[in-house]
């Protein structure tokens, strides 16, 4: 499960406490860990070292600074492991919304560390999937719907049958080795041009 090749990024203004979690991650095998202490300037780091998963340690943290984070979080497409020593329900809600992938509250010890990493990587791409799943469904749905769009305006301005306007339109597409929806939304726009 573990992937020794990750590029780990570690923000932790405490020192004692980011340690703990390099000693983790490097007994877990992880080579590639960078330890920040400086919550500000974090995004340019970020967007620099290109890391696999982010870890997040704040022992008490201020609203700010986790809407900070959380800005932060949303724009970045990483698994999240945030450990937090106290929180709240309305902090979780908030961590999850942000895209967090594992929130642990009091529970920094250093063999909890890749556990709680390979768990963090797990659930980020298993959410990742569902998000490409309903992505693929909301555009398969779209193009079923330009496609029936297409047929009745085919089968009104024509006079064909249901079959025989998805026929033309089937054999339009692979005539010009072009996508069934494209060749409808074709159909769609020259409608709406004429009418």
């Known amino acids: 499960m573990t992937h020794p090749d990750l590029t780990i990024l570690v923000i932790d203004e405490n020192a004692i406490r980011a340690s703990i979690i390099e000693e983790g991650l490097r007994e ?3 080579e590639h860990v960078t330890v920040v202490h400086e ?27 986790m809407e900070h984070l959380f800005q932060l979080t ?27 992938s594992a929130y642990i ?24 999937r569902l998000q490409r799943e309903l992505a693929d469904a909301r555009s398969a749905l779209e193009e079923r719907k330009v496609i029936e769009r297409a047929k009745g305006i085919m089968m ?3 006079g064909l049958s249901e079959e025989e306007a998805f026929a033309l339109l089937r054999q339009t597409a ?6 069934l929806a494209e060749i409808a939304q074709s159909v769609v726009t020259a409608a709406g041009l004429l009418m």
């Open 105 to 128: 509250v009091d529970g920094l010890k250093k063999e909890r560390v890749k556990p709680i990493l390979d768990m963090a990587v797990s659930r980020f791409n298993a959410f990742s």
């Open 39 to 65: 919550v500000n300037g974090i995004a340019r780091i970020i967007e620099t070292l290109q890391p696999d998963v982010i870890i997040i340690d704040i022992e008490s943290p201020n609203r700010d600074m």
């Open 156 to 158: 009104k301005m024509r």
């Open 174 to 179: 692979m005539n010009e080795k072009k996508k």
């Open 28 to 30: 877990a095998g992880h």
């Open 74 to 100: 949303r724009t970045v497409s990483r698994p999240i492991a945030m450990f937090v020593d106290r929180s709240d329900t309305a902090s979780i809600e908030a961590a999850v919304d942000a895209g967090v």
